[in-house]
């Protein structure tokens, strides 16, 4: 096939690239950067636009008609912006992203959308003031594509916004699906870490997902901050099993992916993010750490401290994957500890330069400058 990936040089999309040109695909890719997907830009079979969607001169409609297939994973994915840029994330996620699901409804292309678990929002059990019996029991937290109620929290906690502009995309293409000749498969990720995960900026450039803030603080010898307490639960992921389904997604056989939404995520791997923190500074400690370096000490920060004002967060979620499971075969098959350590390894070991390229980049200043603009 040839298909048209857009965000193909960030974390997902960079190791999505190389396992879909691995498979014989011809790629056309698009990203402001290139830096994570350096090792095969030369590839014979990859061509890379570098540009930002969001300006209007961009020749959406000419490459969505040119590919057999077109995957969109560009978005803000990174809650500090969500706190501190919520129109900017609005605008990149649902309506740019809006644009490039008309051009694929207007030339019946198939289209793979990135969404996010956010969507699902709280459990259950943060609305009910103690009123449950049994809070603990894991059903209250696991959510199911078509039939889990979404629950967000109030228009002042802007943080929500994220989760809304996808939702509100996902709807968006279930009603174009219901009125047009229009395809499409919906991913829900939950918490994939891996190599190419996020980078640290500094303090003024937002702050990245809880694994590479965790890393970022063991490198360099600083706090490991838990936001309110460190009480909110993840299911971690491995990007390996997350490609495996994601690609099988892409193959869609019989079929099976048209108009389907799913959660891809790894449940037996839950762990709150104290414990994400005290698991990643026994294996750094075990494995990486210069022995007469003392480890960075675990605190606890409000959230506002943390973020400014405007956050909340998701007590807990574990993907129902029965989905995947059924029609597509897949199971994941990576425990939280292998996990970890290579994901670590990653950053230990080839991290910074990877970092020093995209502060070269300027990647945040850019977004600060173009919200600024508008
Ligand atoms: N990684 C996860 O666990 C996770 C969880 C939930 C949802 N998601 C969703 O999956 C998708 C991919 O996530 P990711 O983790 O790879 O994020 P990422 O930030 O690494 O990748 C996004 C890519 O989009 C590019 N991009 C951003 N703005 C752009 C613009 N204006 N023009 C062109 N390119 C632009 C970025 O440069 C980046 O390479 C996103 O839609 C995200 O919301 C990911």
Redesign the pocket.
């Known amino acids: 096939m040839k298909i048209l990936c857009?965000?193909a040089?960030?974390?997902?999309?960079s190791h999505l690239t190389k396992r879909m040109l691995d498979e014989g695909h011809t790629i056309v890719a698009?990203?402001?950067?290139d830096d994570?997907i350096t090792e095969f830009k030369d590839h014979e079979r990859l061509t890379f636009i570098q540009?930002?969607?969001?300006r209007p001169d961009w020749d959406l409609e000419r490459l969505v008609q040119d590919s057999d297939l077109v995957i969109d994973?560009?978005?803000?994915?990174?809650p500090g912006l969500y706190i501190k840029l919520p129109m900017e994330v609005f605008r990149?996620?649902f309506t740019?992203n809006l644009k490039i699901a008309d051009a694929c409804v207007k030339y019946k292309r198939r289209l793979i959308q990135?969404?996010?678990?956010?969507v699902y929002g709280r459990t259950l059990v943060t609305c009910a003031n103690g009123g449950l019996k049994d809070p603990e029991n894991p059903s209250y937290a696991t959510f199911s594509e078509d039939t889990s109620e979404f629950i967000l929290g109030p228009v002042e906690k802007h943080r929500w916004i994220y989760a809304c502009a996808?939702q509100l995309l996902e709807r968006v293409l279930h009603a174009q699906g219901l009125e047009k000749e229009f395809n499409y498969t919906i991913i829900?990720?939950?918490?994939?870490i891996g190599p190419k995960?996020?980078y640290l900026l500094d303090e003024t450039d937002g702050i990245p997902?809880v694994f590479s803030f965790f890393m970022d603080a063991l490198i360099n010898g600083t706090q490991m901050k838990l936001v309110d307490g460190g009480q909110q639960r993840r299911c971690y992921t491995y990007i390996d099993d997350a490609i495996e389904c994601i690609y099988r997604v892409v193959e869609n056989p019989n079929g099976a992916c048209d108009k389907q939404i799913f959660n891809i995520g790894s449940p037996d791997n839950e762990v709150s993010i104290r414990q994400l923190a005290e698991k990643m500074r026994d294996i750094y400690a075990e494995k990486f750490a210069d022995p007469s370096v003392p480890l960075p000490e675990i605190v606890e920060v409000s959230a506002d401290e943390f973020y400014g004002k405007g956050y909340e967060d998701s007590d807990r979620r574990i993907p129902d994957i029965r989905k995947a499971q059924k029609l597509l075969g897949w199971q994941p098959k990576w425990g939280l500890r292998d996990m970890l350590i290579d994901s670590m390894k990653y950053y230990v070991t080839e991290y910074m330069e990877v970092k020093k390229k995209r502060i070269d980049g300027e990647f945040m200043h850019d977004i600060v400058r173009h919200a600024n603009a508008a």
Do not use: H
Request: hydrophobic share 40%; glycine share 8%.
């Open positions: 857009l965000g040089a960030g974390f997902i999309g698009v990203d402001i950067y994570k540009q930002d969607i969001r994973l560009i978005a803000y994915a990174n990149l996620n740019e990135f969404s996010t678990c956010e996808k829900r990720p939950f918490n994939f995960i996020d997902r």
